[in-house]
């Protein structure tokens, strides 16, 4: 373990070596004209489609304001002996140099930025991380690191012809002890895999989105994210017990502690959780997770207006209390788009269409106690007219589909950044 | 709002200033001999007292291994003109000189651990307190941040002769959103005044322990306090939302963010939750209180052994699920200590005494079914040999009583801090 003026040490060496190589380009990768764009667009709709006050909301923009940028002439170029070495490092099928492959991982999942990498690495251990790290920060390479690709914000892709690091391969399960739940692995598992892994012991992730079937967990917690569960189970600086992390320079900090109740500083790992690795890239993950309930159901609503959204959220979480699990929201115009473009989805209600959509999950121990009790909330939020439309999914496959309207990301990503901030979950 | 190339330099910044004034000082005063002294002997006795295979338990020291230190002589000394200082800036009466007031701020609450300071101030602002460290800063004066004086370690009084910074009369509550359930208060408030504040409202603090009638929320923040609470509601680091603190040199750093889905980096806040005062003074808290559920039970068990305990813990967590939340422990010894030095306590058994005790607590919005609950799971725990008595709180002063029996904070800092590690909640 780390003492405290080592950790001392540590944090200071971290904060001046990294980002050096990476943080110039991060900075950029968010300030994309067309993403400010979107928000000022949306800014104005917000009033025009009924959202009364929402002239007033305050939204913030992160990252650079700059609206042109040019590649670092610091940076060194790749040359063929760069790629002998990452060769002889990692082995001939470990260092991608395919055009087809390449082009997939210089795209997001959006196609809104893309990069000219020529080289795409798969390390498969911490060690093959810092070595490919120790190399690039010597030769002034500039380097991305890559989980799932799924990002909304161009954060996993190159800018110029940063060398991709994928970190795909490293996916093993290290170790898991289920009296206190606490899962260890490695960055690159994806976290659907978890979720399978977990179910078999009777446990759960303690976040869960879209995009779990591709997303990584290095990647989630390098991205702070969010997702689905984080009004009963928090965010991650919640949930992560420890981290491994390396940096620009190859150093490895270990910092994977499994002790839920530990309450000692300089608590490092904070700075990597949200840090979209201009840190350092995580390697592996140590996190809680809550044991699986077996009774879930799921309600899908509809919503007058957006106060009531908002007064039904408070309500939810009063009088639903300990089963919450999850508490979604959308507007009519992208269930309209779910509609139009999302094949086989169908629309909860017969009747036309509302302006908004609420979804409520429970999770508990006991079925009957609890889908008594959301049947008993929606009556009282129908009686009290916060809702004007309510059904329960009465299987999984309903439940999935109800799931699979608020899940498609595109929309929460352009459409709905300004509304989290104001539900304020 | 601070912005990402800001919040890199702040931290480099607040890395490189913070602790040159208190650092040293911090590193000796976890390093007092008697400490060592305690755990070696307590890791022997849990040999003896049945613990099994308790010789391989892990405990780990943290601090210096100094066993003797100096006053850094590089540190001023106080001397009138900064006392005529103080005054100007604070006012006579937040200028304390007076003896008696001193020798209790002098030493802390187990009366370990003894300093001589001279001066205490009392600060009423975030910029008094910014005057007051630029000030010491300047010239070399070291300082100690003094909460409620509550904790057991020595991190809240002088080692030598530095000037006490005392936060009590930071206490206003600043606002609170009953919407969101979001308090922003003052560091010097006191825990059991903020319970108070919020029980009006309906809401509850996340972190409940046994010293809240004294302790404050910024010394609470600062050592990262765990509490009763931490099973169901998790740490500090995810439930405080934001922070306000004052850098060794004066400056202030806002992060007194209020979102709870905030996942943008680098979340500066993290370092301070757990620094003990030694990266920067706390003066403002922003934290995110869940809504008060009306139906409490408490159960006091009897166990045979330790190991009944932790798999207690596991079944607890599996069967009680959503509605747990508290899980404490304690073995016989303490019970002995507890039942002789205590006045009015009484032993929840009328039989003879067990090995081991615990306390469980389960927070619901259903009083008969929490309680149909808790009863089952007591049941079953009795047949299947966990438990080998049990009992239920009849009313809320039979509760307060058993809470009494755990919530003595010099048994938990001597005997506990092994036990935890490996409880592992």
Same mark, same amino acid.
């Given at each position: ?135 690039? =920060?010597?030769?002034? &390479?500039?380097? +991305?690191?890559? @989980?799932?690709?799924? $990002?909304? #914000?161009? !954060?996993?892709?190159? %800018? ?63 991205? =702070?994210?969010?997702? &689905?569960?984080? +009004?009963?189970? @928090?965010?991650?600086? $919640?949930? #992560?017990? !420890?981290?491994?992390? %390396? ?73 639903? @209390? ?104």
């Amino acid at each position: 373990m780390i003492k405290l003026m080592d950790k001392w040490r540590i944090t200071n060496r971290l904060l001046n070596h990294s980002s050096k190589l990476i943080f110039d380009r991060r900075l950029s990768a968010n300030s994309h004209n067309s993403v400010f764009r979107s928000a000022l667009e949306y800014s104005e709709s917000l009033v025009k489609r009924g959202f009364g006050n929402a002239s007033t909301i305050r939204y913030r923009c992160f990252g650079s304001e700059a609206t042109k940028f040019e590649r670092n002439a610091a940076f060194s170029t790749l040359n063929s002996e760069d790629v002998s070495y990452f060769k002889e490092l990692l082995g001939e099928k470990s260092v991608i140099q395919d055009e087809d492959v390449l082009l997939a991982a210089n795209e997001d999942w959006m196609r809104k930025y893309r990069g000219s990498s020529k080289l795409l690495l798969q390390p498969r251990t911490t060690n093959e991380v810092s070595q490919i790290l120790k190399y690039c =920060n010597s030769r002034l &390479l500039a380097v +991305v690191p890559q @989980g799932g690709n799924t $990002g909304l #914000v161009g !954060g996993s892709v190159p %800018v110029f012809d940063e060398v991709i690091i994928n970190m795909g391969s490293m996916n093993n399960i290290i170790t898991f002890d289920k009296g206190s739940g606490v899962l260890v692995c490695e960055a690159g598992c994806i976290l659907e895999n978890l979720v399978s892994f977990l179910d078999d012991h009777g446990f759960i992730m303690p976040l869960d989105l879209g995009a779990k079937g591709s997303c990584q967990i290095g990647g989630n917690v390098s991205t =702070n994210a969010g997702g &689905l569960r984080l +009004v009963r189970y @928090g965010s991650l600086h $919640g949930n #992560v017990l !420890g981290l491994e992390a %390396v940096l620009a320079n190859g150093d490895v900090i270990d910092m994977l502690g499994t002790l839920r109740k530990d309450n000692t500083g300089y608590d490092l790992k904070h700075l990597f959780i949200g840090s979209e690795g201009s840190l350092g890239i995580v390697t592996k993950v140590s996190i809680h997770t809550p044991p699986k309930l077996s009774s879930v159901n799921l309600a899908f609503l509809a919503c007058r207006d957006y106060f009531s959204c908002q007064k039904l959220l408070r309500e939810a979480k009063r009088k639903l @209390g300990e089963i919450l699990s999850a508490f979604e929201f959308l507007d009519n115009q992208s269930m309209d788009l779910v509609l139009t473009y999302l094949e086989g989805v169908r629309n909860p209600f017969s009747s036309s269409m509302h302006n908004f959509y609420v979804l409520i999950e429970t999770t508990g121990s006991e079925e009957s106690y609890d889908r008594e009790k959301l049947e008993a909330f929606l009556l009282s939020s129908m009686e009290g007219g916060l809702i004007s439309d309510g059904v329960i999914a009465q299987d999984i496959n309903q439940a999935s589909s109800f799931w699979r309207i608020r899940e498609v990301p595109n929309f929460n990503s352009i459409y709905y950044p300004c509304v989290q901030d104001y539900l304020n979950l």
